[in-house]
């Protein structure tokens, strides 16, 4: 069974200063041009991830930060489709969302959750073709998050039907095309194909530990707001900075 039981990995470690110097590093890398999109850490300059680790290698925000794995991957994914003047203090925003000794072990099963029920960052969510098994997937995220445990068969299933719901849609919005049909009624049936994706990607992610599966479902969400890609990003890095803002603090942890 895949379970969400409270992590003992706490953001930061506990340590208010690990924080402290980071915050101050990034805000140093904003203030000298050194984030940037394409690449991780190179010539001195980086993404988001590479420019808070110096690196790619994503597994050292648990090591070094306290940070799940799983949310590294968002926050890459959200910074690389973010507009320039949103992604370049993104690194900031992220961390500084983060509570000192926060248990962040389910907020990324929180965000795939959102982003899966909220029609203005995935509009395709309710389509017919795919709104059974968006809504079965978003309900397994729901699971999760909030601590439950859920058979691996379960999961299974629910990313099954997605795919087939995501092939589906995409046969549907070729099918509009090439008959030359309204391009409202195409621009639906893709957003529908991505919302589809977004929810076959979060099954798969519960089966993989939420790591590069989360970053997929993300880029999909994100391509089913036909018409600016770039305000779906901006709509997930908020939800994103709330999820992380309410994460708890076991009392004990923090100092």
């Known amino acids: 069974m895949t379970t969400t039981t409270p992590s003992t990995l706490r953001a930061f470690h506990g340590d208010a200063a690990i924080k402290t110097a980071l915050l101050k590093r990034l805000h140093d890398d904003a203030d000298e041009d050194r984030i940037v ?40 994914a959200i910074f690389e489709g973010l507009p320039n003047e949103n992604a370049m203090r993104w690194p900031i925003a992220f961390i500084e969302a983060i509570p000192v000794g926060a248990d962040l072990s389910r907020v990324s099963w929180a965000f795939l959750h959102r982003i899966l029920t909220d029609q203005t960052i995935t509009p395709g969510i309710t389509h017919p073709l795919v709104r059974d098994a968006v809504s079965n997937v978003a309900d397994i995220m729901k699971r999760l998050a909030d601590g439950h445990e859920v058979p691996e068969s379960t999961i299974q299933s629910a990313e099954s039907a997605a795919w087939n719901a995501a092939w589906s849609a995409r046969s549907a919005a070729w099918n509009a095309w090439s008959a030359a ?61 709330e999820l992380l803002k309410a994460a708890p603090v076991p009392c004990e942890d923090a100092r």
């Open 37 to 76: 999109k394409g690449q991780y850490w190179e010539r001195g300059k980086g993404c988001a991830v590479g420019c808070t680790i110096r690196g790619s290698d994503h597994s050292l925000y648990e090591t070094e930060l306290g940070i799940p794995v799983a949310l590294a991957y968002l926050e890459d």
């Open 181 to 241: 049909r309204s391009a409202a009624q195409s621009a639906a049936r893709s957003a529908a194909w991505s919302a589809a994706w977004s929810a076959a990607w979060s099954a798969r992610s519960a089966a993989q530990s939420a790591r590069s599966a989360a970053e997929s479902a993300v880029q999909n969400a994100a391509q089913s707001a036909v018409t600016d890609e770039s305000a779906g990003y901006v709509a997930m890095s908020r939800v994103l900075l």
